[in-house]
């Protein structure tokens, strides 16, 4: 009986520490692509008009995405900084997934 109690330990630690090298990968992944917008938005190279799926074909997908009136809108974040002040972006696209506008927080992007 004790045998088996600790192997349910051991598998519910090997879960956790799976479920950590995910989240991890998943936020280099976020912080990249965090990166490839703000460094497009500051060369100019993101620009009203620009389809959602090049966007994210040349940056990655955002770190989240919701409904904005009949488009939708990105949400671009980094890890950096502290608590309130991580650096974010947010892209909003019309109906066809043009890009519209974006809004920026602690970052140079829209430092204009």
Not at 15 to 37: L, M, P, W, Y
Not at 53 to 72: H, L, M, V, Y
Request: hydrophobic fraction near 35%; proline fraction near 4%; include cysteine.
């Amino acid at each position: 009986m004790e045998i088996m109690h600790h192997r349910e330990e051991i598998g519910t630690l090997k879960d956790q520490a799976g479920a950590r090298k995910e989240i991890s990968e998943a936020s280099k992944k976020n912080e990249t692509a965090f990166k490839k917008v703000e460094a497009a938005l500051i060369a100019k190279e993101i620009k009203t008009g620009d389809l959602s799926t090049r966007i994210q074909k040349r940056c990655g997908p955002p770190s989240a995405a919701a409904p904005e009136g009949d488009g939708q809108r990105w949400l671009y974040r980094s890890l950096q900084g502290g608590l309130l002040d991580k650096p974010w972006i947010w892209l909003y696209f019309d109906k066809t997934g043009a890009l519209v506008r974006w809004e920026c927080g602690h970052t140079a992007a829209c430092a204009d």
